[in-house]
């Protein structure tokens, strides 16, 4: 089974400039996140999907930052303008089931896309 | 903001020998997750354990949980190279569909 699957995993970029990440959940995961993980810290979420709806945005600046969770499966990340303090990891995750307070909510992480900013 | 909170930051350790991670946190939980990650990539889930839980066991990972004390600890035997990457915790609110993780400790097994 495959896994999920990110894109770009490396975009340097200047400040100013648009950027955005694909992502590709497991096939049937209804809840999709993006976390971003700055160096030396864990991942703090931006947002949340449960299907097509975003159910908890509420740490996305959603002054530059925007998501779409098109037909409840692939997801877009866009960050526009991008600052110097948006460079990071960005991280796709899913779940099978609604939330990660039920069983089985453990989440699948891809592997990352890195932004630099310069 | 990241409710957990992993001590030590930092360890290093020969492999063969025990890993100890603790992690503590702020509020009320469903359940308690740990993770590792190896440098430039995903997460992986190792372990969930439930509030109601008090200690679970998977392969050479076992993980206990104090919610009075509102910490939890993962201990690695018998460690090896291949164990060497960071390690978070992850709580999920009893109230909320959230998972925070805290800062992580790195874990560093030297052959």
């Known amino acids: 089974e495959a896994g999920v699957v990110q894109s770009p995993r490396y975009k340097i970029i200047e400040k100013k400039q648009p950027v955005a990440f694909w992502c590709n959940p497991i096939s049937g995961h209804n809840t999709l996140y993006w976390y971003l993980q700055n160096l030396g810290q864990g991942p703090e979420l931006l947002i949340r999907y449960e299907n097509e709806e975003a159910v908890d945005d509420s740490q996305l600046p959603k002054d530059r930052f925007s998501a779409e969770r098109l037909k409840g499966v692939d997801s877009t990340l866009k960050i526009q303008p991008a600052e110097l303090g948006d460079s990071a990891v960005y991280l796709c995750a899913s779940s099978l089931r609604r939330g990660p307070g039920k069983v089985g909510g453990e989440l699948f992480f891809g592997e990352g896309s890195r932004l630099t900013v310069l | 903001s990241q409710q957990g909170e992993e001590d030590p930051q930092a360890l290093s350790i020969q492999e063969g020998e025990n890993a100890t991670m603790n992690c503590s946190y702020k509020t009320s939980i469903n359940n308690l997750q740990w993770y590792r990650q190896n440098s430039g990539r995903g997460l992986v889930h190792l372990i969930l354990?439930?509030?109601?839980?008090r200690e679970k066991h998977s392969g050479r990972l076992r993980v206990t949980l104090d919610t009075s004390k509102k910490s939890s600890s993962l201990l690695i035997t018998a460690s090896r190279a291949a164990d060497t990457a960071s390690y978070f915790c992850a709580t999920d609110g009893k109230y909320g569909n959230k998972l925070v993780f805290g800062a992580g400790t790195i874990l560093r097994v030297k052959s």
């Open positions: 354990i439930r509030s109601n839980e």
